[in-house]
């Protein structure tokens, strides 16, 4: 069965630094997602991607964060500068189109930890 | 906006003893309700959704949920649990466009002794 995969499964990064979270949605979905869990708090929306732009995105997806479809198989989430209240599980999402029933299919999650 | 409450962070239940996970939500319109669950260190799992027609639905694994509109709930019902069943069950609305984002509630953790 097709699948969304993630890596890495676990980064840890310095404050500061720049970190790239890898996601390869499934082959025939058009939408893609990020979301983004703190430990013991809600899973939130980070930002929607469709046709290489952003669609929707969150007050949380500030100037330090960007998304890329580098490749057509790629998507990736990009943080400039890493925060400590960064760290966090980030999940990618895919869905195959405007006419879905709102059905994301997410990966296993990237876990993030900012010393 | 919506937003979506669920009010038990933890439910332990013993083997074979049926269980509920609540969820409320709000919204000024009219959504679409899902329950996804997640195993550990695997990803977020499509347990069952309602999008319209009969307010009782049935998932995987047993579990159904019963969509009410005039309390804005969607509690989570299975009448026997398992051991496997042990996960994060997570209660989560979207709008009615077609590209969805999703808006999760806190989760309710589910553990299940024997």
């Known amino acids: 069965e097709p699948e969304v995969t993630q890596t890495p499964s676990h980064q840890v990064t310095q404050m500061g630094q720049e970190v790239i979270l890898r996601c390869v949605p499934i082959?025939?979905?058009?939408?893609f997602y990020w979301y983004r869990q703190i430990l013991g708090q809600k899973v939130e929306f980070l930002v929607s991607f469709y046709n290489n732009e952003i669609s929707e995105k969150s007050e949380i997806f500030d100037d330090q964060f960007s998304v890329e479809r580098p490749d057509g198989s790629n998507f990736t989430l990009k943080i400039r500068s890493t925060k400590l209240e960064d760290s966090a599980m980030y999940f990618c999402a895919s869905t195959e189109g405007r006419s879905n029933t709102g059905e994301l299919f997410f990966g296993e999650g990237s876990r993030l930890t900012v010393l | 906006a919506q937003s979506v409450t669920q009010l038990d962070s933890q439910v332990p239940v013993f083997e074979e003893a049926p269980v509920e996970l609540r969820c409320n939500y709000s919204?000024?319109?009219?959504?679409?309700l899902f329950w996804y669950v997640q195993y550990p260190n695997q990803g977020l799992q499509l347990l069952l959704k309602?999008?319209?027609?009969?307010?009782l639905v049935k998932g995987i694994n047993g579990f159904e949920a019963e969509f009410n509109k005039s309390q804005t709930s969607f509690h989570l019902r299975k009448p026997s649990v398992h051991i496997s069943d042990t996960a994060e069950y997570f209660c989560a609305v979207s709008d009615l466009r077609g590209y969805s984002t999703l808006t999760f509630g806190k989760g309710t953790m589910l553990l299940v002794s024997p």
């Open positions: 082959s025939n979905h058009l939408y």
């Open positions: 309602y999008l319209s027609g009969s307010t």
């Open positions: 919204s000024s319109v009219s959504v679409y």
